[in-house]
């Protein structure tokens, strides 16, 4: 099975800054990954696929790049709205698989 | 507008089975790759088994042998049938829909989500 580990776990950080995740991949994926976010009590929200595209009704802040086996995703300048968990997912292969979670914390 | 209502969850012992139900609109659940993803109390996303379009499934080893997706397509529902349930599979059980590219990109569209709690 193909293991994903995002960092950090956790984030502070504050309104309007610039924030990066990390998701890497025990082989290569290619450009197989997606990246959601998920607030609590809610469902999980697409946001980019195939590691850089914006999921159509994403605001233009998020973007993500990589492929192979390291990914990001970055926030340009974080909004009150934007605190939440973010999970990136390969579907490269069987099983798919989900990283542990990042959650974007109040400063 | 696409939209996905799950059901079915609750409260079962050990050994005994469930049935979900994910009741599709806006869309037919028999031309779209569909999925079941679960989430444990504070952990995270995990992937549990696909129906692709033409019918292929495909589960996680964790449940393999135990849980079986299928569909019907006279009722726009997609279903997760959970035998031989374990204390580990407690979870709230989510409803995908693949979103589908070229190839399959990711879910795009996701239930509310129903609570499946395994205890004696």
């Known amino acids: 099975d193909i293991q994903m580990t995002q960092s950090p776990s956790t984030l502070s950080a504050s309104g309007g800054d610039r924030v990066t995740i990390t998701c890497r991949a025990s082989?290569?994926?290619?450009?197989?990954l997606a990246w959601y976010q998920q607030k609590p009590g809610k469902a999980p929200k697409l946001l980019i696929y195939k590691a850089s595209s914006l999921e159509s009704g994403v605001p233009s802040r998020f973007s993500g790049s990589g492929s192979g086996t390291e990914f990001t995703l970055t926030i340009s300048s974080l909004q009150p709205d934007d605190f939440a968990t973010y999970h990136c997912q390969q579907y490269n292969s069987y099983p798919w698989t989900f990283g542990q979670g990042t959650k974007v914390e109040i400063k | 507008e696409v939209q996905l209502v799950e059901s079915g969850g609750g409260l079962v012992q050990p050994g005994g089975s469930l049935r979900l139900s994910c009741a599709a609109s806006g869309f037919n659940v028999d031309t779209k790759d569909m999925s079941w993803v679960r989430q444990a109390p504070g952990k995270g996303l995990e992937w549990v088994s696909n129906?692709?379009?033409?019918?292929?499934?495909f589960y996680a080893g964790s449940v393999k042998g135990r849980f079986t997706i299928s569909r019907d397509n006279s009722k726009n529902t997609l279903y997760l049938q959970m035998n031989s349930l374990r204390a580990e599979d407690t979870a709230v059980y989510y409803c995908?829909?693949?979103?589908?590219?070229?190839?399959?990109?990711?879910?795009?569209?996701w239930g509310q989500g129903t609570l499946v709690t395994v205890s004696s």
């Open positions: 082989q290569s994926i290619s450009s197989w």
């Open positions: 995908a829909k693949v979103r589908w590219g070229a190839v399959a990109e990711g879910f795009d569209t």
């Open positions: 129906i692709h379009s033409g019918g292929s499934t």
